[in-house]
């Protein structure tokens, strides 16, 4: 038997008919960029997760760069998040110019400690970026009360956290825009690249939809005027494609069609899905005994959708060896902490600055964990687990 860590064409084989369907009719409508499908899972999404606005971007990196562009940060500015997370989240704010500043993971939940954000703030911190890492949302009351009493904006990192709750809302819902990926290994993923950028506000929005196009058209003039602080007088596009016309350097960062499609198919089942995962992870909870083995801590008040299952143990490698023998496939989110990646060394962090997020690098495995997940195949990762010293 082989066990993979994740499955996507398993998932595929399951609503294999339906996409097919409406690929295809994405394919005879000749519509492939910006159109019908892109349209209708931004209001599908955003409507899911409980905002007003949801702007669909090309990947998740763009999702936090183009983010981070609308609330105006770049050079000279700091952003505070979190060490443990994929490096995208750090070098988003790289790419805009700015300096990514990192704090701890908590020791538990191995998020973002919001007890080291203050002792970290300057007068050149522009926002936070809390990172829902592993499907579960990092503590944004507490993140949300320090931001709010240092003016900070807060953007969130909830690229493996769809569906994810905290208290009454949804990742993605709380701060001030969230940032989504739709890779497909993420728990909601399509066939290719893809993005989403949720906020409540209308000026994000529309300064969101400007960066991803080039800056250009109605948008990309809402964001000149805004920096000029005065309206551009009698602007007319003399019958020509607004498209045509920039206002700010922007991207190029693009929802296709077809990604589109499959996403507005797999939108409707991911509840199930969140389900699913939810019960395998109660499942490992309950049949994972080895005393060795730290399994993974979840809130009480929030939903973990379990993205990945993590567990944590002094010998990492050595119960990863002993998994793929019995052909489990496991993983490690993330080996090297932000704050040690070499791209950083200028920024003069060592190792014993973030014990946590070290520990997590050093200790964490990922094991088998997708909603089509067969019980049997569980019980053998259990076995082996359990079975292991
Ligand atoms: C996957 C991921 C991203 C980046 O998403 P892409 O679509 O691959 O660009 C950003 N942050 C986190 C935490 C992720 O897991």
Known sequence: MKIPLMDVTRQYETIEQELTERVTGVL?????????QVRSFEQEFADYIGVKYAIAVGNGTDALVIALRAAEIGPGDEVITTAMSFFATAEAISAVGAVPVFVDC???????????????????????????????????ERISQIAQKHQLLVIEDAAQAAGAEYGEKKAGAMGHMGCFSFFPTKNLGCAGDGGMITTDSEE?????????????????????????????????????????FNFVVGY???????????????LRYLEEWNQRRILLAKRYDEGIKNEGVKKPFHRTDGKHIY?????????????????????????TYFPVPL???????????????MPNAEYVADHSLAIPMFAELQEQEQELVIRTVNAWM
């Open 106 to 140: 908590r020791k538990d939940t191995y998020t973002l400690d919001p007890d080291q954000i203050e002792e970290r703030i300057t007068e050149r911190t522009k926002a936070v970026i809390p990172v829902h890492l592993y499907g579960q949302c990092a503590d944004m």
């Open 204 to 244: 994000f929005a529309k300064k969101c939809r400007a960066y991803r196009v080039h800056g250009s058209g109605e948008d990309g003039r809402f964001i000149y005027e805004n920096q000029q602080m005065c309206p551009i007088e009698q602007m007319d596009f003399h019958g020509h494609l607004p498209k045509y």
């Open 252 to 266: 190029n960062s693009r929802l296709d069609e077809i990604q589109a499609a499959i996403l507005r198919v797999k």
């Open 28 to 36: 005879k409508s000749g519509k492939y960029i910006m159109g019908e």
């Open 339 to 353: 704050h040690l990646q070499k791209v950083y060394t200028n920024l003069g962090y060592q190792r014993g600055d």
């Open 307 to 331: 993205y990945t299952y993590v567990i944590g143990v002094e010998d990492r490698d050595g119960l990863q060896e002993a998994l793929k023998e019995q052909g489990i496939a496991s993983g």
